[in-house]
């Protein structure tokens, strides 16, 4: 789900493992060409999209419910 159009570069590019970014805490971080991606400790993905204006800010919710699935399945629950 898109979240924001023309972000900044100035505040995607400086964020790292540890900063603190909408609902949690920077947990994974991966960095491609033109696509950053990040986990944050409540479990949403990020994906931000570098365009010639900015960056446009999508979260994943696909991985959030992929995982409270996966947690759901486990033996012993």
């Given at each position: 789900m ?27 971080m991966?960095?491609y ?36 699935a996966?947690?759901?399945k486990?033996?012993?629950?």
């Open positions: 898109l979240l924001e159009r023309k972000v900044p570069e100035e505040k995607i590019k400086p964020l790292k493992v540890g900063d603190y970014f909408m609902d949690g805490v920077i947990t994974r991966w960095v060409n033109n696509i950053t991606t990040f986990i944050t400790s409540a479990g949403t993905r990020y994906n931000a999209h570098k365009k010639q204006e900015g960056y446009n800010l999508f979260r994943a919710d696909r991985y959030k419910r992929k995982m409270e996966k947690n759901l486990t033996p012993g629950s």
